[in-house]
């Protein structure tokens, strides 16, 4: 249930929101061309989507797009109220304010991702751009659209910094570059790299056990054996076609550990990746 509620807008849409909440609250997100980067700064929310969910902690935060149904934000068990703060992005207000051109982090990247949500964790200028806002919210006479231009140029800003950055520009360049990838081009664009399943799903944009629902009907195999014998047969026609080192092999094609790529070459090869070169090479 809603306690209390300040806006502020912009270019005629709203910008800024502070929303206090106690529980039972629950929130579905209507489809709409925009994102939303929501900082809890009281409480703890959950974000839902599909059969998946995520907690945000406090000072923590969650950015999505709304361009999908289906998701939700809700209080957890805990009986406290909530607070938050939600700065929205409408595509036509960022094409207006950046006339030239769109910053890097609103373009799309090299990414194959279908990811529309994902977690921001604490990060200290951000949390200062928070405080700052506040402000703004006990003072809306300060309140002007040049001020909240800047606002919103620096959250953009502070966003691309973050760990997070590359997940940032996939919400964000959906805005603007709504085209899906299938799920077999994100399995494949990303069979090499170092990320567990659970990275792996929310690229589909998927919860965990409907990816491996999905790829079980598609490959007919497990994600997990599937994408190491990519990975193992990868390392084969590398350790014949270059002479690098066992180790450098291993980490080209996912492996961050030589131990378990040596054991799981030995199981699939009956050989060790040392012998496996030097027999097909005396062959």
């Not at 492996?255 to 496996?276: C, E, G, I, M, R």
């Amino acid at each position: 249930m809603q306690s209390n509620y300040k806006k502020i807008d912009l270019l005629g849409k709203p910008f800024l929101q502070k929303v206090v909440v106690k529980p039972p609250f629950a929130y579905d997100f209507p489809v709409e061309e925009r994102a939303c980067f929501l900082y809890v700064l009281q409480g703890e929310m959950r974000f839902k989507f599909e059969d998946d969910q995520t907690d945000i902690p406090v000072n923590h935060s969650l950015l999505l797009n709304c361009l999908d149904s289906g998701k939700q934000i809700r209080n957890t068990g805990d009986a406290s109220a909530g607070e938050v703060v939600i700065v929205t992005f409408h595509p036509e207000i960022l094409k207006k304010i950046y006339e030239r051109e769109l910053p890097a982090i609103i373009q799309p990247g090299r990414s194959v991702s279908n990811q529309s949500h994902g977690k921001i964790s604490n990060d200290y200028l951000i949390q200062k751009y928070i405080e700052g806002l506040l402000f703004y919210f006990e003072n809306p006479a300060l309140v002007n659209e040049e001020i909240m231009i800047l606002k919103l140029k620096e959250i953009i800003l502070l966003l691309s910094q973050t760990q997070q950055a590359e997940t940032v520009q996939v919400i964000l360049s959906q805005l603007f570059s709504p085209a899906k990838f299938s799920f077999k081009q994100v399995i494949e664009a990303h069979l090499f790299a170092q990320i567990n399943i659970e990275e792996l799903a929310q690229k589909t944009n998927l919860s965990v056990s409907s990816f491996k629902r999905e790829f079980a009907k598609l490959y007919n195999d497990t994600p997990a054996n599937y994408i190491k014998n990519k990975k193992l047969e990868k390392a084969a026609e590398l350790l014949l076609a270059f002479d690098n080192r066992i180790a450098d092999v291993a980490y080209q094609c996912g492996f961050n550990d030589l131990a378990n790529f040596t054991k799981s070459f030995h199981d699939k090869y009956h050989v060790s990746p040392t012998h496996y070169r030097l027999n097909q090479i005396a062959k």
